[in-house]
Nanobody, 123 residues
Framework: QVELVESGGGLVQPGGSLRLSCAAS????????MGWYRQAPGKQRELEAT??????????DSVKAEKGRFTISRDNANDTMYLQMNNLKPEDTAVYYC??????????????WGQGTQVTVSS
């Protein structure tokens, strides 16, 4: 089972940027879909963005509404997925998780989750 390790979180001022990384323990070339989720205190974990093995991306409606603020990407050669976050706001404060998914028929199912990385946006 693939292991995922997130990094790149931290404390950043409003308006700042961070790039989160999700490193896999094995090749991600055949991982059908990977995604970034976040969980704010007292709230449920929610999807931010996904990217397929073919490079197709999908963003949550809240992310689409602020086009360009968050960008998901993956580097198959380095077995790593990224989330570039710009113009960060205090409401982006959360633990960010990555996951890996396989596909069975028309349905995706989770292979594994990372342990999460804390992002805190505060002045």
């Amino acid at each position: 089972q693939v292991e995922l390790v997130e990094s790149g979180g931290g404390l950043v001022q409003p308006g700042g940027s961070l790039r989160l990384s999700c490193a896999a323990s094995e090749s991600i070339f055949n991982i059908k879909r990977m995604g970034w989720y976040r969980q704010a205190p007292g709230k449920q974990r929610e999807l931010e963005a996904t990217i397929t093995s073919g490079g197709s991306t999908n963003y949550a409606d809240s992310v689409k509404a602020e086009k360009g603020r968050f960008t998901i990407s993956r580097d198959n050669a380095n077995d790593t997925m990224y989330l570039q976050m710009n113009n960060l706001k205090p409401e982006d404060t959360a633990v960010y998780y990555c996951n890996a998914e396989a596909i069975s028929g028309a349905f995706y199912y989770t292979l594994s989750w990372g342990q999460g990385t804390q992002v805190t946006v505060s002045s």
